[in-house]
């Protein structure tokens, strides 16, 4: 080869571009957020659901209805704002609980066992988690008792929508057992339920006791229950 030709080949090699790969951009700080699972066989009206809570107050629900109660494997999602007295102490309990760093099952074995849950905290620097049937710390039985009854909230909602379509005069019954559970604690963040409620409520062809349980439920969520308003979730 020609010591010019050399030269050249040299030359072309030295202006030829470099490739450098292009760095990926920082994944943004995961925003802190609460996600509580349950998942029982046995369970009515849901054998699994899963709840997650944003810091920001959103809020979505994923179930599955138990087959021996619907007939049917019945998949429903549904997204709500927490009320910000429950947001408030849903991460004061999560704070009080290490974020859920550590084992939290009862050590006593003749508990009666109802349902596998699972506790989750996220956020910047953490990510825990933690898996109980029953535990005896006081936070994590707070969780679980707001969101159990979250998921009853949200079933009776589904349910009185299914029966608004097609058994108006069965919804006072229903709406009694809500106003029973909501009053007990058993069924907490009602205005997740809000768009059905106002439906009832404002339907002159419904019964006046179910209008008027539906008009005491939304009251609770200190909704205007005189003029229509606009929900996140949708029935």
Not at 125 to 141: A, E
Request: charged share 20%; glycine share 6%; with cysteine.
């Amino acid at each position: 080869m020609s010591p010019f030709r050399t030269l050249l080949i040299a030359a072309c090699l030295l202006s030829a571009p470099v490739y450098v790969p292009a760095q990926q951009p920082a994944a943004p700080p995961q925003a802190p957020h609460i996600v509580f699972k349950l998942n029982w066989d046995k369970g009515l009206p849901w054998s699994d659901y899963v709840v997650t809570v944003q810091e920001n107050g959103a809020a979505h629900f994923k179930g599955t209805g138990n087959a021996t109660e619907s007939g049917e494997n019945d998949n429903f999602e549904q997204d709500f704002n927490m009320s910000e007295a429950n947001l408030e102490k849903s991460f004061e309990w999560a704070k009080a609980a290490n974020y859920f760093q550590g084992q939290f099952e009862a050590k006593q074995r003749n508990i009666a066992k109802t349902g596998i849950k699972t506790l989750e905290y996220h956020g910047p620097g953490i990510d825990n988690s933690t898996t109980y049937n029953f535990s005896p710390n006081l936070n994590i039985q707070q969780l679980t008792k707001l969101f159990q009854a979250i998921a009853v909230t949200v079933d009776y909602g589904r349910k009185l929508s299914y029966q608004y379509r097609f058994d108006k005069l069965g919804m006072d019954t229903r709406l009694k057992e809500l106003v029973d559970l909501r009053a007990n604690g058993m069924a907490e963040e009602i205005q997740a339920i809000e768009p059905i409620l106002r439906k009832i409520a404002e339907d002159d062809g419904v019964m006046h006791v179910a209008r008027m349980q539906a008009k005491q439920l939304l009251k609770s969520t200190n909704a205007d229950v005189s003029s229509p308003k606009s929900g996140s979730a949708q029935p």
